[in-house]
């Protein structure tokens, strides 16, 4: 039997479903301290004093940390590296000011809740657009970074020579994360850091230059985790404030953040303004793509902000066409808010909606069809080297869009549409395209073990923090060296047993660790198989089905350990998922109210490992992304103060708020730069969603603007501002 290709029922779940789950406050640890956080009530101001009275705390005082942000962009940054604790000045809401420990959890809130700062007011500027002109939140002001990519020249000649031209202002507002667990973490005393992360190596290096410590004496374990989404790739101030107090009383400290905890102090998502321009020919073909873009970077660099915007955005804009020439600038910009961090898909959503709103305004105000508008400029040949540097090997982008247009109806929509006005609605129908450039880190590690008992243990860089990495990569073991999938046990999210990894991120676990494990598989079969020559008394012999063979003769693997194997690749190579999906809405006239109808995706992601599994991210990817289309947006005030602190204000799609989300997996093409053909899925659907959503919108309300998130008022102002 083939594994791969089966929708293997987790093995996860039965620990899931009968309470078996080991999160980190499912762990006990007695004799803890607890902390809390006392954290800024204001956008900005100095800290003139803190009384902490009798309590056992941490101020800037005593941690004059900063954590690193190692991203590189190819230009310099302006670096305002995030504290542990405010040094002198707040920068934004919930900044940490002091960590207090006592007892018990109420005990520290308590303590907490007593600590006295004095503040002196400073202005807050939380408008990224005017944040170059505002008064400096920094002593080096407020651009953290002016990058650009692309031929300036090239596109200013197309543009010069174009028939047709199309701007638009694109706004992708600043969202949130929200995993269903909040952050939490467990310290002990010889530098072990129990966190619900993604990626421990990556927290564990940071950590330690953060701290001053050689990475030896820092140990990073992650159990179970419940949602990641990019706000868990990295570490946060309250983990070294553990590990700190953890090494100083000799106690384990424990911390659980509180849901607002995460809203004001983590970190978000998005956040990025463009002005983007689209030259096209007379006949529709694209000429050329021009983007000038400022991106949110918050008061302080989170580890990956930089780079979400620039090298990762970079990849992706223009998204599958093939456009000869595109230019990009990009200004990061610190205001007096929450730092900006990876979130699914981590700029290649903004790159994806730039292009596929510049498409939707282009056929409307030139009188094309948008859908023969998309067809005439996809890539179509390969391998295809798109105007940003980019390699795709292999694709089906023309096959896709037109499997989307079949499965859209468009003769029966007419009917639909056409019966909506009669009951006050309107009804629109987007058929978009997506294409993500899938890698995260590059390169990956992974050992295969075979024990005395003749179980094999997989143990890999890459991380799991809700996917099935435990069912997928046994699935691909067991087709690999022809044994049943329950002789693996797997190993990840712990600095101890696994050497090195990139963890998860950026759609990466299959096609970086895919590749580490088959090669750390091939390496074991080697090593066995001068044993299995010497039992079988053969000068040669054959692998297959689990054995060795040599004529009649045969030795399982399994009967051959003591044994393991590395594999290790430095792979910088991406894949690229792309498909077309199909939005239908209605909208109530009266009220803006929009109602998603059908939804359905039809995607390529090379060679699937588990059907039901890959439906599933992408399920869950897409109800992020039409979360950002119709409900999400975290909002400041005018003073810094955060209006969507809690999910009584920041709305996340409900399954009422959602249809039967209908993913089409197209066959046939199986990615060519890894062994396994396989292709990231992780963050697809969150790419693709929102520009299907909004352009079914505009067709509903026959093309007025509204930007996301189309709420009900924003619905209602736009279509009553005709």
Not at 133 to 160: L, R, S, V
Not at 323 to 351: L, S, V
Not at 642 to 654: E, I, K, Q, V
Request: glycine residues 12%; contains cysteine.
């Amino acid at each position: 039997m083939a594994f791969i290709g089966q929708s293997i029922r987790r093995f996860e779940d039965g620990r899931f479903l009968t309470g078996q789950g080991r999160y980190v406050t499912d762990i006990d640890m007695p004799g803890a301290l607890h902390m809390a956080v006392v954290r800024s009530p204001h956008a900005h101001a100095r800290v003139v004093a803190i009384d902490t009275g009798a309590a056992l705390a941490l101020t800037g005082d005593d941690l004059a940390w900063h954590l690193p942000c190692p991203a590189q962009i190819g230009v310099p940054i302006a670096m305002a590296e995030r504290p542990v604790l405010a040094q002198g000045v707040v920068r934004h809401v919930g900044e940490p000011v002091a960590f207090v420990f006592a007892e018990t959890m109420q005990a520290a809130r308590d303590a907490a809740e007593a600590v006295v700062v004095e503040y002196d007011m400073l202005p807050a500027n939380v408008d990224p657009l005017a944040a170059f002109t505002a008064a400096p939140i920094h002593a080096f002001g407020n651009q953290a970074f002016e990058w650009q990519k692309g031929d300036a020249a090239a596109t200013d000649a197309a543009f010069a020579q174009a028939a047709h031209i199309t701007r638009l202002t694109i706004a992708n507002q600043r969202v949130t994360c929200a995993p269903i667990e909040p952050r939490a973490a467990i310290a002990q005393p010889d530098g072990t850091l129990i966190v619900n992360g993604q990626a421990v190596h990556g927290m564990r290096r940071q950590l330690a230059q953060c701290m001053g410590l050689d990475e030896a004496g820092l140990r990073v374990v992650t159990p179970d985790v419940g949602g990641g989404f990019g706000v868990k790739n990295v570490p946060f101030p309250e983990h070294a404030g553990l590990l700190h107090m953890a090494r100083v009383t000799g106690r384990p400290c424990r911390w659980v953040a509180e849901q607002t905890d995460d809203f004001a102090a983590s970190a978000h998502g998005r956040g990025m303004h463009s002005q983007a321009a689209l030259a096209r020919d007379g006949l529709g073909r694209f000429l050329a793509l021009r983007i000038d873009a400022v991106a949110e970077m918050g008061a302080y660099l989170s580890p990956n902000g930089p780079s979400c915007c620039t090298n990762a955005a970079g990849t992706a804009f223009g998204g599958g066409y093939a456009i000869p020439a595109i230019r990009a600038r990009m200004r990061g910009a610190y205001t007096n808010t929450a730092p900006i961090e990876a979130y699914r898909g981590a700029g290649k959503p903004e790159a994806n909606h730039i292009i596929e709103m510049l498409i939707e305004a282009a056929a409307r105000q030139h009188g094309f069809d948008a859908g023969g508008l998309r067809a005439r400029n996809l890539i179509a040949g390969h391998p295809h080297v798109t105007a940003m540097g980019m390699t795709i090997a292999d694709g089906q982008f023309p096959a896709n869009l037109a499997a989307a247009e079949a499965l859209a109806d468009r003769d029966g929509f007419a009917a639909r549409r056409a019966g909506a006005p009669a009951a006050g609605r309107l009804r629109g129908l987007g058929v978009t395209c997506f294409m993500e450039t899938a890698r995260g880190a590059f390169g990956e590690w992974a050992r295969a073990r075979l024990g005395a008992d003749g179980r094999i243990e997989l143990a890999l860089g890459s991380h799991s923090n809700g996917q099935g990495h435990e069912t997928s990569f046994r699935q691909i073991a067991a087709d690999h060296l022809g044994l049943p999938m329950d002789s693996f046990d797997y190993v990840q999210g712990d600095t101890s047993k696994v050497a090195k990894g990139g963890g998860h991120g950026g759609a990466r676990s299959l096609h970086q660790g895919g590749r580490a494990l088959v090669e750390a598989m091939d390496a074991l079969i080697e090593a066995a198989r001068p044993l299995a020559a010497r039992l079988l008394q053969a000068s040669e012999v054959q692998f297959r089905g689990g054995a060795f063979h040599a004529g009649d003769a045969a030795v399982a693997l399994t009967a051959l350990g003591p044994l393991e194997a590395v594999g290790e690749h430095d792979s910088a190579l991406c894949t690229f998922p792309h498909g077309a999906h199909v939005a239908e809405v209605e909208i109530d006239a009266d009220t803006g109210q929009a109602v998603l109808c059908r939804y359905i995706a039809c995607d390529d992601y090379g060679t699937i490992v588990n059907p039901m599994l890959t439906i599933g991210q992408v399920q869950g990817g897409l109800a992020q992304g039409i979360g950002q289309a119709l409900l999400e947006r975290i909002d400041y005030d005018g003073d810094g103060q955060l209006r969507s602190a809690t999910f009584m204000d920041y709305t996340l799609p409900r399954a009422a708020d959602l249809p039967a989300l209908d993913v089409r997996l197209q066959p046939g093409c199986p990615a060519s730069v890894n062994p396994l053909g396989v292709k990231g899925v992780g963050q697809a659907g969150c790419i693709a969603a929102p520009q299907a959503v909004m352009a079914a919108l505009l067709d509903a309300m026959g093309g007025q603007p509204v930007d996301m998130p189309a709420t009900p008022e924003a619905i209602w102002r736009a279509l009553n501002a005709q």
